[in-house]
């Protein structure tokens, strides 16, 4: 392997290692929402909650514009984030 080769290689597993700790964030995301939809179920309230979740993406898309990430792109992304979230919550409930 040459010097770029090399170089490229240790960026990925840079990256692999970034993406692990995306994964444990996104997984502690879950344990957040989950106990969030128990105590909403106990008061009567819907999963979603459409002003929070718009609020949830104004402020990523706030957050990457300052990391200098594309702001909707950010938006896209974390949306799937959002609804993952919102369809295991409505899982969780129909068990």
């Not at 995306?22 to 819907?46: F, P, T, V």
């Not at 990523?60 to 896209?76: L, Q």
């Not at 974390?78 to 369809?87: F, I, K, T």
């Amino acid at each position: 392997m040459n010097d770029i080769q090399e170089e490229i290689q240790e960026s990925r597993d840079t990256i692999d290692k970034i993406d692990q700790v995306i994964m444990a964030l996104i997984a502690e995301r879950y344990k957040l929402a989950d106990s969030i939809n128990l105590m909403k179920e106990y008061e009567g309230e819907d999963v979603r909650d459409f002003e929070r979740e718009d609020d949830v993406l104004d402020h990523v898309a706030s957050v990457a514009e300052e990391r200098g990430v594309n702001p909707k792109a950010a938006r896209r992304i974390y949306r799937q984030v959002v609804m993952s979230c919102a369809d295991r919550q409505k899982n969780q409930r129909s068990e």
